[in-house]
């Protein structure tokens, strides 16, 4: 195992030891993994070929917001797969040892039959990214019942770049969604951009603490890569020098990325297991 693996594990432990329902829930899904790694090695040597372990789907390229260089928009909107269209493609990449979905977009709970599908399909492993606009208590309750999914609420840091790149009022919606997968116990995280606009505040202790404290378990980073109509042309997001030292993720070394990730993930882990010690409900 590598040391990015065992520092992966570690923090997974550091997460899970005082909560045995975290365990459990691990327990279940690295018995579905190890299930889903055998039938991959079977099927490559099968076809004698290469078979994905991971599938990014978008659903839908639809969306009810409109975020500043979204790669969604702009794109064509018809034509979506049907729903036994849908079902046909989990149900073969159960078969072939696929073992987790990211479901994206467009916003994939635009279509109401995306939770039935989850649910329908529990040997994978899905992760939601989702403005959390469209998150409901029944969903959330839907979602923990299915065991088998993890909504991502996409998010941009605190209430002023969120609602500036989304609009106004997506944060408070964020926090709506957050509240409403905390109360149905679901297990649940964030996903932020990366951006020169917003970099500063995302490795704070004040932003991970606001996202422990609202429940989240795990967190995704990407760096924001311009795209589709009206990608902030001034630049202003995107110029290297204003990527500072301390931030998340830096642009251009890659083994300080890893490392300043590898730490984010440990602060967030020791965080929640800390409030966790002390009786904090977290799932």
Known sequence: MGKEENVNYGALWTWARFNPRRIAFLLRISWRHWRAMRRHRRKQRRIDGSVPSVLAISPTMRCNYNCKGCYSR???????????????????????????????????????????????HRRLLFFIITNGSFMTPDIAHRI??????????SIEGFATDTDARRHPGAHEAALRAFAHLRKAQALFGFVVTNTAANTAQLGTDAFIDQMVAVGCVVGFFTEYVPCGPNPNPDGSWTKPH???????????????????????????????????QDGYPFT
């Open 242 to 276: 204003e990527l500072l030292s301390t931030s998340v993720f830096s642009t251009s070394d890659a083994p300080n990325r890893l490392s300043l990730a590898t730490s984010l993930t440990m602060n967030m882990a020791k965080r929640i297991a800390a409030q966790g």
């Open 74 to 120: 702009g794109r064509p909107t018809n034509d979506e797969l049907s729903t036994d269209e849908l079902d046909v493609l989990f149900s073969e990449a159960e078969e072939l040892g696929v073992h987790s979905i990211v479901l994206t977009g467009g916003e994939p709970f635009l279509r109401r039959d995306t939770p039935d599908l989850i649910t329908r």
């Open 144 to 153: 923990t019942r299915s065991g088998n999914a993890i909504p991502l609420i």
